[in-house]
């Protein structure tokens, strides 16, 4: 399942808001364990887990959107809307603080 975030920020000012955004879930909740590791410029792979389940996908940055794609376990379904939630929460705080200068 897709799931894009709109912005109407440069790529590299999206990616910023992405990076920042991926970081703070990260430091927000490590017993999930995330990991982000970006394999193009506007490519990254993101994997966390959860009761012992992985979740793995792909964050991309577009022109005028953010996607994500989770793969996530059939156990684990029922809390895929609610992770991608709280992902795009993230981001969407992240892409203000950009829009507003307080990051770079």
């Known amino acids: 399942m897709q799931h894009t975030v709109p912005h109407d920020l440069s790529v590299a000012q999206a990616r910023s808001a992405a990076d920042h955004a991926l970081a703070s879930y990260?430091?927000?909740f490590p017993q999930y364990r995330p990991t982000v590791t970006w394999t193009e410029p506007t490519k990254a792979t993101v994997e966390f887990?959860?009761?012992?389940?992985?979740f793995n996908g792909l964050?991309?940055?577009?022109?005028?959107?953010?996607?994500?794609?989770?793969?996530?376990?059939?156990?684990l379904r029922p809390?895929?809307?609610k992770a991608l939630d709280v992902i795009e929460g993230?981001?969407?705080?992240?892409?203000?603080k950009v829009k507003k200068g307080e990051i770079a």
């Open 26 to 28: 990260q430091e927000r």
């Open 49 to 54: 887990h959860v009761t012992g389940m992985s």
């Open 59 to 75: 964050f991309e940055i577009h022109p005028r959107e953010i996607s994500m794609e989770l793969e996530v376990p059939f156990l």
């Open 79 to 81: 809390f895929k809307n």
């Open 90 to 96: 993230e981001i969407r705080a992240w892409v203000d």
